[in-house]
């Protein structure tokens, strides 16, 4: 297992979706992408609840694969928003872009590994 991705856990979505392991991938790297453009719109609008849930859904794939660090970004990105807590969740969201912008390629590696 990697610190950013459990590759086992990557490699285990192959036999459980039936599909080729980089179309799973790339879907779901394209739902991140999606989701954690969506938080900092979000947030760039002060719009806290959509936020939340771009978080939210983000953190639910950030799962699938086993990103624990991503996962705990999000998760705090999650709470602060549903809390009000402007300052709190900007701050959270630039640690998801810190966590993001280094599993991805690992996510992304570890599925043209297999």
Do not use: Y
């Not at 039936?18 to 760039?44: G, Y």
């Amino acid at each position: 297992m990697s610190e950013l991705v459990d590759r086992e856990r990557i490699a285990e979505l192959e036999q459980l979706m039936k599909e080729p392991l980089a179309e799973i991938v790339a879907e779901l790297t394209q739902s991140m992408d999606e989701s954690i453009d969506r938080a900092q719109a979000a947030l760039t609008d002060g719009d806290l609840l959509t936020a939340a849930r771009a978080a939210h859904r983000c953190r639910n794939d950030a799962l699938i694969v086993g990103a624990g660090p991503l996962q705990q970004a999000l998760a705090t990105l999650e709470t602060a928003s549903r809390a009000g807590e402007t300052p709190g969740a900007q701050d959270a969201f630039a640690a998801v872009a810190d966590a993001w912008s280094k599993t991805r390629p690992e996510l992304l590696h570890a599925a043209q590994a297999r």
